[in-house]
């Protein structure tokens, strides 16, 4: 059974940043691709960034792109999303998500491939 744990969200002022962690098990890790998603209040799930299964190769939302970066650790079953420069806009329930197959597909930010899901951490972001 697929579990994937988040934490490390909280609430922070504008401009701040949080780092999200995601541990895994259950699965092999290490040939997951793996990605984040957040929801936020009325609105329908984004897809976040995406890494592919060694993390050589990551893509991301062209809202994030530059102030967000993921990355994995394979040894420990562990992924995580620096997040920098947070904005009000970027308040949401951020989720970890692991995918079937071992990179990102194009259809990644609507979540193509992704199959098991975490609980989810709270971001807030306060202006």
């Known amino acids: 059974q697929v579990q994937l744990v988040e934490s490390g969200g909280g609430l922070v002022e504008a401009g701040g940043s949080l780092r999200l962690s995601c541990t895994a098990s259950g699965l092999t890790f290490g040939k997951s691709a793996m990605g984040w998603f957040r929801q936020a209040a009325g609105k329908e799930r984004e897809g976040v960034a995406c890494t592919i299964y060694n993390g050589d190769r990551s893509y991301y939302a062209d809202s994030v792109k530059g102030r967000f970066a993921i990355s994995r650790d394979n040894a420990k079953n562990t992924l995580h999303l620096q997040m920098d420069s947070l904005q009000p806009e970027d308040t949401a329930m951020y989720y970890c998500?692991?995918?079937?197959?071992?990179?990102?597909?194009?259809?990644?930010?609507?979540?193509?491939?992704?199959?098991?899901w975490g609980q989810g951490t709270q971001v807030t972001v306060s202006s």
């Open positions: 998500a692991a995918s079937q197959l071992s990179v990102c597909l194009g259809t990644w930010s609507s979540a193509g491939g992704f199959g098991d």
